[in-house]
């Protein structure tokens, strides 16, 4: 199964390092901190086409009824949107908060947050440009920016089931006019 907690500490990691920023996830119970900063949105998972794959392994040593360890593994995919708000500079033309995006975003190629993320299970699909959305606020302008990128991570469910110790099988052979010619019991050892 997913870890989420795993997840966000790696995500909100690699946010706050690739942007240089405090980070926080969007509707966090707390006060909106001080300019300048970046939240987190992380999107629904979604499966990625295929089927999946099952493995199953036998252990005499577990409990009767559990044996066999059926492990069933897809790959989900989601977006994270980071948006970024810094104070607008009166000065440049460039809004801010797009620098610090495009700052993060250029991280992602870095092997070191490559290992990272992927110790936590994600790996990286794809993102998109990073967007200004600077917006004016009562009557200043509040430098805003946003990007959405995609990941792909494991989901992994295990259950334990029995196994067929012995099966006993009664064939019965016909001849064409419907005469029982065997009906023999034959026990069939599975283990």
Not at 22 to 34: F, K
Not at 94 to 122: K, N
Not at 123 to 147: G, N, Y
Request: net charge negative; glycine share 6%; with cysteine.
């Amino acid at each position: 199964m997913l870890n989420l907690a795993t997840l966000q500490t790696a995500l909100q990691a690699w946010a706050a390092s690739g942007t240089g920023l405090p980070c926080i996830w969007v509707n966090q119970h707390a006060p909106q901190p001080a300019l300048n900063y970046c939240t987190l949105k992380m999107g629904p998972f979604r499966g990625v086409p295929g089927m999946g794959a099952n493995t199953y392994v036998y252990d005499n040593t577990q409990p009767q009824g559990s044996e066999v360890q059926e492990t069933f593994t897809k790959d989900k995919e989601f977006t994270l949107t980071l948006e970024c708000f810094t104070e607008a500079l009166q000065t440049t033309v460039a809004a801010p908060a797009i620098s610090y995006l495009e700052q993060a975003l250029i991280t992602l190629g870095l092997f070191s947050t490559i290992s990272s993320l992927f110790a936590a299970g994600i790996s990286l699909v794809d993102a998109d440009p990073a967007t200004d959305l600077t917006a004016l606020v009562a009557t200043d302008f509040q430098s805003r920016a946003s990007v959405d990128i995609r990941f792909t991570v494991c989901d992994t469910v295990s259950v334990g089931h029995g196994y067929i110790e012995e099966a006993e099988i009664t064939p019965t052979i016909s001849d064409p006019a419907g005469n029982v010619l065997d009906n023999t019991t034959i026990d069939v050892d599975v283990t």
